[in-house]
Each structure stands twice: as C-alpha cells, then as structure tokens.
C-alpha cells in the first residue's frame, strides 16, 4: 500500500537569507540577491556579477578545526540541514535511526577545494596538496557529513544530475518513502561553485549573462536576456510519511505528491526546441500525482535566462498543459536569487511550499520587455494571488535530464 509523504520540516542557505523564514519573505518581496562578485576579484572578467550568500558564519555549526576541513557547499547543507530538523521535532532517541534517510544531491561540489589544491600542487608538489584534499571536495560528502550530524544511518544518497539534482534527490526521497523503505528522509541539494575557474567555465560556453547591471542580468522569460546569473546555496525539506508524522505529533507544512523524471536524449546542453522531454516530466509527476492540469495552480519554472531555456520551457508547458497553461502562474524565482545549480531544485521547492502555504505565487522580477515566445502569465514584478491545491517544481539540467514535483497545500 503507497502512502502518503509530507514535509514537517524546511531549511535553506540563500542568497536571499541563511534561513527559510527570511528567505521567504525576500522572495514574496521581490528583493535582489544579485550583486558584485566578493569572493574573488572578478574586475578582469566577461562576468563580475552573482548570487552569493551574504554573512553566512561556520562558526554557528562548525568549530574551528571542523570548518577547516568542510567545503562550503557542505556546510551550508549541514547548516539547512539543522534547521529543517530542528524545525520537525524529530527525537532521534525515539527513532530508528536505520529508517532515517539522506538524499543529498549536489552538481559539482567542491570546485573551490579543487582549484585551491591545484593551486597548491602546483608550487609545492602534488604529493604535497592537503590530505584532506578529497574527503573535502568528493560530491557526496555533503550528504554524508549531514547524515552523521542528524545521526541517520539508513540510506545515504548523492544524485548527481546537473541542474536537477535536487529535484531528482526529492522525487526519489518520496518514492522511497511511498513504497516504505523509510519513515524519514532529508532530501534537497547544495552547491557554491561562484569560483574563477566556476565563473570562467560557464562563461566561455556562453551561459552567463554578462550584463553588470544586478537589476538587467538575470531576466527570465524577458526578450532581452542573455544568460544566467550563477548562484549558491542549500535548499532542503524533511520529508516523512504521513502516519508517522501524526504518530509523533508533528505539523504538516506541505505534501509532496507526484514525481516525473524523463531524458531529453538530444544534446549536452542545449534542451528539446520542442520542449518534449520537460513536458513528459511534467505529464508524468502530473500522473503520479493523479491531478489533472487544471488542478495545478502555480508553478516554479527552471526560468533560468538562456534565450532557449525559457522559450523551450514555455512551449513544454503548453504541451503539458493544454488549455489549462492560461490559467496558470509561472514564475522564475532565480530572477532573485541566481541559478543555483545543484542547488537550486531544493531552494525552489521550498518556495513552491510556501507559494501554497500563502496561495501566493513570489514574482519574476526586473522583468521588462515582453517576449512573445514566453507568452505565459510570470507574475511579472511583484507576488501575485493564485487559487490551488496543488503546485509544481520544474528542474531542468544539463544532459537532457528533466525533473517535474507536485505538491499540496497542507490540510
């Protein structure tokens, strides 16, 4: 017997706050997390501006020696991490701590590490580049570091599928939960990848904006953008079945309840022109679900600001969506807070529970020239009312992998 999956728990490191409840609320407000790169002298570079996460301190989860040997992504997963289970209520004495799950997901990890290594090889010898050198900067060290801070010991997972990881990381975490290979699971992503060699790699295929204007560099669905804006972060939500939240008394943020996952099977990067493959993402959590499109009230787009992204994203949503796209909100909340890779499915989920929660879509903002091939209604500017029960969660990644999530509005 399937069973139901709800969320008790969320947390997030942003660019738009350390914290779910404030990064909410910049988002609602339209705020820009956009501005000059920090983290390394960008003055000679194509691109000088991102998404960073602002006065983010390692002390409050880490000691010295701890911080030291975790790379940032890693902590600021284990950072979101504690507070979406200080937020569930979990008693871990009360657990079993063997039907306790991690599904961490990250996209590149620690490019930092490596190119500080690198670096440090270079001067001194390879043999000489820190021991700490690959525990520090191996993709799934995230998810285990989280598991052994929470002290859950049943599966630990790290999916890896570019911009979808996240979302792919929360699909599976349902169905694992659905079909009881676990009472609980944390799921969600992390990635800070805003480095030179990060920032460079993606400008020279020609992703990023290069735009210095914050409030004209990420645009979505606007006919004039032309990239998009790299950013950083952790978005995680503690998802668990539904009898075991009751049991313990829990409270119900959210419900997750459908999953689509396909393969563009087409190109490296560039995603369908006809949108074929997002849409049968679309079409299959819509399935899983058991909604139909006009059930959907809002959804969180991929809206990254690649000229062909957002067009190839409006056109998989009208084939999924029929007649009922004209109905829908859709808006791109990385015009705020940057595409945060790996990341972003878990940031974006997040909203997406909050978007239910206020029956409030968060705006596209700085958006200013209409696109006719973006025809769709974005909540340009500011937060716009919907009605619905139930919204969805939209990652698009490179390699053609495509992630669709459905949730509902707690009762």
């Known amino acids: 017997m399937r069973k139901r999956v709800v969320i008790t728990g969320m947390g997030a490191v942003s660019p738009l706050g350390n914290n779910v409840p404030e990064m909410s609320e910049h988002a609602f407000a339209g705020v820009c997390g956009i501005g000059e790169i920090t983290s390394f002298d960008a003055s000679g570079h194509k691109v000088s501006v991102a998404a960073e996460v602002k006065d983010f301190d390692p002390s409050a989860y880490f000691d010295k ?26 008693d871990m004495e009360k657990e079993d701590s063997v039907r306790c799950s991690v599904y961490l997901s990250s996209g590149i990890g620690g490019l930092g590490i490596i190119e500080r290594e690198h670096s440090r090889g270079q001067k001194r010898g390879f043999d000489m580049v820190s ?13 285990g570091l989280t598991a052994i801070r929470l002290g859950f010991r049943g599966s630990c997972n790290c999916i890896v599928t ?33 480095t030179e060699l990060g ?48 049991a313990r008394g829990a409270e119900i943020l959210g419900e997750i309840v459908g999953y689509g996952a396909s393969c563009d099977a087409h190109h490296m990067t560039a995603p369908r022109e006809d949108g074929e493959g997002a849409a049968d993402a679309m079409c299959l959590a819509m399935e899983d679900a058991a909604v139909s499109p ?20 409006t056109r998989a949503v009208r084939k999924a969506f029929g007649e009922a796209a004209e109905d ?6 990385k015009s705020m807070m940057g595409h945060a890779l ?15 929660r206020k029956q409030m879509a968060p705006p596209t903002i700085n958006y200013q020239v209409p696109d ?29 992998h495509n992630a669709s999530l459905v949730f509902r509005r707690a009762e």
């Open 65 to 90: 020696m701890e911080a030291r040997r975790t790379a940032r992504f890693t902590q600021f997963a284990v950072a979101a991490s504690m507070e979406a289970f200080r937020q569930s209520g979990l």
């Open 372 to 400: 006719p091939d973006c025809d769709l209604d974005i909540a340009p500017g500011k937060a716009k009312a919907f009605q619905g029960e139930y919204a969805m969660s939209n990652s698009l990644g490179f390699g053609g």
């Open 199 to 246: 920032i460079g790699g993606f400008t020279s295929m020609r992703a990023l904006s290069e735009a210095k204007d914050p409030a004209r560099a990420s645009i979505p669905f606007d006919k004039e953008r032309a990239g998009f804006v790299m950013g950083e972060g952790a978005g995680v939500l503690m998802m668990e079945t539904y009898d075991h939240a009751v």
């Open 294 to 313: 006009q059930e959907i009230g809002y959804i969180n787009a991929h809206g990254t600001g690649t000229p062909l992204n957002d067009r190839c994203e």
């Open 328 to 333: 829908l909100v859709m808006s791109s909340t």
């Open 131 to 143: 021991p700490l050198f690959v525990p520090m900067a191996i993709t799934n060290m995230a998810a």
């Open 342 to 356: 790996g990341a972003s499915g878990g940031l974006e989920s997040i909203l997406t529970v909050e978007a239910l």
């Open 162 to 194: 570019a911009c979808a990881s996240a979302s792919n990381a929360i699909g599976e975490a349902f169905h694992a939960l659905r079909d009881g290979y676990a009472d609980v699971i944390l799921a969600g992503g992390t990635e800070s990848c805003i």
